[in-house]
Nanobody
């Protein structure tokens, strides 16, 4: 498994920006699709964004398209989530995850991801 540690969460106001980071270790990071998921209070965990192993393809849930950007730096073994124009409904614990298979390029569902971080809280006040 890959070890993942998220950082960058916090309390912000609506309209603000945050950048989440996820540092990876334990496997060859550059071979794996990476993703961000989130879990709001009383809700199930949901897909936010994924990025292919080379960084060339990104997928987003409709709720964040145009506001969030996923990126990765394979030299630093880190994946990022830039979140702009934050809304109160973005409030959640955000999790970083690594795909189970190397070199996958499909959008991936939650069950395709086998390594997870502990999560970082993002709270957006109105």
């Amino acid at each position: 498994q890959m070890q993942l540690v998220e950082s960058g969460g916090g309390l912000v106001q609506a309209g603000d920006s945050l950048r989440l980071s996820c540092a990876a270790s334990g496997r060859t990071f550059s071979r794996y699709m990476m993703g961000w998921f989130r879990k709001g209070q009383g809700k199930e965990r949901e897909f936010v964004a994924t990025i292919t192993w080379g960084g060339g393809i990104q997928y987003y849930t409709d709720a964040v398209k145009g506001r969030f950007t996923i990126s990765r730096d394979n030299a630093k073994n880190t994946v990022y989530l830039q979140m702009n124009s934050l809304k109160p409904e973005d409030t959640a614990v955000y999790f970083c995850a690594a795909h189970r298979r190397q070199y996958s390029s499909s959008s991936g569902s939650e069950t395709d991801f086998g390594s997870w971080g502990q999560g970082t809280q993002v709270t957006v006040s109105s």
